[in-house]
Nanobody, 125 residues
Framework: QVQLVESGGGLVQAGGSLRLSCAAS????????MGWFRQAPGKEREFVGA????????YDADSVKGRITISKDNAKNTLYLQMNSLKPEDTAVYYC??????????????????WGQGTQVTVSS
């Protein structure tokens, strides 16, 4: 059984940076896309970005465009989210997720079948 485990969250001041990691463990891992989502208290889960696991093509949400970089290490089955110029409104629990259907909507949380447990990111002003 494959599991996704996020790490790297924490408390950072506005303007700072964090890099989140998402490691897939278990049987041989193969997905079409890996995505990052976030959820702030009282809000719906929000798409942050995604990466094609084979080609490396990335898709970023407008709210974070220019401030994030999504990357991967296929050999380590690990996904990364580098976040720069963090703002207090970036405060949320961040989740990684795996999408296994080639025609699914990559910006929709409902398209992702496997989720990590989440890691808290708090940005202080």
């Amino acid at each position: 059984q494959v599991q996704l485990v996020e790490s790297g969250g924490g408390l950072v001041q506005a303007g700072g940076s964090l890099r989140l990691s998402c490691a897939a463990s278990g049987r041989t891992f193969s997905s079409y896309y890996m995505g990052w989502f976030r959820q702030a208290p009282g809000k719906e889960r929000e798409f942050v970005g995604a990466i094609n696991w084979v080609s490396g093509m990335t898709y970023d949400a407008d709210s974070v465009k220019g401030r994030i970089t999504i990357s991967k290490d296929n050999a380590k089955n690990t996904l990364y989210l580098q976040m720069n110029s963090l703002k207090p409104e970036d405060t949320a629990v961040y989740y990684c997720a795996a999408l296994f259907h080639p025609l699914a909507l990559i910006r929709s949380a409902a398209s992702y079948a496997l989720w990590g447990q989440g890691t808290q990111v708090t940005v202080s002003s």
